[in-house]
């Protein structure tokens, strides 16, 4: 008699507790969805570049420098530039720019030559996920300048 006023016998104490259980899966599901993007902010992601992606320049770059949204770790970094014709560049070793462990400098050892080039990059986030990615752009020097004969102000 008791059980039947509770909740209508133990059928009634049944789906209160289907219920209950039904709205906490609700709640877990609800709150998985809003974590997604949170998890998907933990991987790294490249904000800008020297050059920039598509950048027409009318000097050869003298370093690449790749800043990125977290610190850099160099054991997982992986830097290379190659023109159009797939010929790698030579690259100083990678290192982090004094200022920032989120920027990655590379000196570029010789000076380019007119033409198309791509930067293709891969390191990891504080997630340990790989992420890369590829940078073109194009170097349109007028005849005689180089990086070698360009100052900054």
Known sequence: MDRERIGGG????????????????????????????LAAAVHQQ?????????????????????????????????IQLASAGATTVPLSR???????????????????????????WRTAGIDGHPVNDSIPFVVAIGPGASHLDHHDP
């Open 94 to 120: 990678l290192s982090l720019d004094p200022d920032s462990a989120n920027i990655l400098v590379a000196e570029v050892e010789r000076t380019l030559a007119p033409g198309s080039y791509v930067i293709r």
């Open 10 to 37: 133990e059928r009634g104490l049944d789906r209160g507790v289907r219920r209950r259980t039904g709205r906490g899966v609700m709640v877990v599901g609800v709150v998985s969805l809003l974590a997604l993007p």
């Open 46 to 78: 490249l904000l800008r570049s020297e050059p920039a992606q598509g950048e027409e320049m009318s000097i050869s770059p003298e370093r690449l420098r790749l800043v990125f949204a977290e610190p850099i770790e160099l054991a997982v970094t992986q």
